[in-house]
């Protein structure tokens, strides 16, 4: 693996200076200059490498790389930890098909290699598509991403917002919006599952601000004034989702629900949705399967609406972010921040978020301001 350059030095070490090969790479001179590129070719990342099964999570010294000639090149400011990276930053991985990859699916910064759309300086989110899965992420100085990858950020929202927001936020909109577009009504009770994660805690802010009643489901009753404070009309433990086990169908409760749990909680929140009631599904911290019945779908007309914020088309990211950008004057973004960290404290961090042991965001630094 030749992107590799050298592991990082210990701070205050004198451990040897990486040396651009210039000569191979006379395209990234005409990089634009910065301020914080004192060394274009090489930049600090967090690389997950995965040899045979020997699995290495470390902060290296990296030769970013481009992986078509019109990738552009993002100089990122903030990431963010999500459940996904944990995936990726595990052996075996249910989603990493290469061996080494810096990791993070979620990006923000400032373009310094752009083209005709997205201009150098705009700010934009990078997430989706392969990003920070099966090519580099966000955990790095310097990130090349395709343009489809790039969203600019509205005006309202900062690269700081961008990554407290991250793919989770992005989700959480895009569930609510799937909803309204099947119809949900301002007022409604809607049902949140895995309330205090990444894409609960904003879902239940969106939905509240959005004029709904969330309901928050979770497995963490600690967390019930921060929920209620975020835009809770009301916190339930995450097994009192639904009633009457014995039966096929439970009671109807919920006018619409945001699911990223899956597995059983999915099951339970489909036979406790109202008539012609949807749920919008997009994650799987409980488990991929599900087991359920017709009954839900054939006697109550409920609807299971996927939501994957990985392709979705530029037109529905602009939507997303718009809509975000609309509440963002009513929402205090660093009230979903869990923790800041550095590259350096990924790696416990991904341990935190995969045993479930953070409340709303991890946000990375790879900037100071
Ligand atoms: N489809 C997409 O495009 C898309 C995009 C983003 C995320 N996702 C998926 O959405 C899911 C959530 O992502 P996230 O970033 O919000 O993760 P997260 O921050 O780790 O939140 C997940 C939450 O689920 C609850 N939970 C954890 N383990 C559970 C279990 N065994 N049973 C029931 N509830 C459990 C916890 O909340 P409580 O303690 O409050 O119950 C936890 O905070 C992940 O599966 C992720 O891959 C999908």
């Known amino acids: 693996m030749n992107r590799l350059v050298t592991p990082r030095s210990a701070p205050g070490s004198s451990g040897p200076t990486p040396t651009p090969d210039f000569g191979q790479r006379l395209s990234v001179i005409h990089w634009p200059q910065s301020p914080h590129l004192p060394n274009l070719l090489v930049v600090k990342a967090f690389v997950v490498s995965d040899e045979g099964g020997r699995l290495s999570r470390e902060v290296l010294d990296y030769e970013p790389h481009q992986v078509n000639d019109d990738d552009l090149l993002v100089e990122v400011h903030y990431s963010s930890v999500n459940f996904k990276d944990a995936l990726v930053a595990s052996s075996p991985s249910r989603v990493r098909r290469v061996d080494t990859v810096v990791g993070g ?46 969203s600019p950020l509205p005006s309202a929202i ?45 879902s ?44 096929v169908l439970a009671t109807e409760q919920w006018d619409g629900a945001v699911d990223c749990v899956g597995g059983e909680t999915l099951h339970r929140v489909l036979r406790s949705l109202r008539y012609g009631a949807a749920v919008a599904a997009s994650g799987l911290v409980a488990g991929s399967g599900l087991d359920t019945t017709l009954y839900p779908f054939i006697t109550r007309a409920v609807s299971l609406v996927g939501i994957d914020a990985v392709a979705a088309p530029p037109k529905t990211r602009r939507r997303v972010w718009d809509s975000i950008a609309a509440l963002a004057p009513l929402i205090d973004f660093e009230r979903f921040v869990d923790h800041l960290t550095t590259l350096d404290g990924i790696s416990n961090a991904l341990d935190e978020v995969a045993r479930g042991a ?12």
């Not at 009643?213 to 639904?242: F, K, M, N, Y």
């Not at 953070?358 to 301001?369: K, M, Q």
């Open 105 to 150: 699916v979620d990006a923000a910064g400032v373009v310094v290699k752009g083209d005709a759309l997205v201009p150098r300086g705009t700010s934009v989110a990078v997430h989706g598509g392969d990003i920070g899965v099966n090519r580099d992420g966000g955990f790095a100085e310097f990130l090349y991403a395709p343009r489809r990858c790039l």
């Open 204 to 247: 239940v802010a969106y939905l509240a601000r959005m004029g709904y009643r969330p309901t928050a489901a979770t497995g963490s009753p600690r967390e019930r004034e921060w929920l209620v404070d975020l835009g809770a009309a009301q916190v339930i433990d995450r097994d009192a989702i639904d009633d009457r086990p014995q039966r």
């Open 358 to 369: 953070t409340r709303g965001r991890t946000l990375v630094a790879l900037r100071d301001s």
């Open 158 to 202: 900062s690269t700081r917002d961008a990554m407290i927001i991250g793919t989770a936020g992005f989700t959480a909109m895009a569930s609510v919006l799937a909803l309204e577009d099947r119809g949900l009504v301002r007022g409604a009770n809607v049902l949140v599952t895995g309330a205090t994660g990444g894409v609960g805690s904003q």
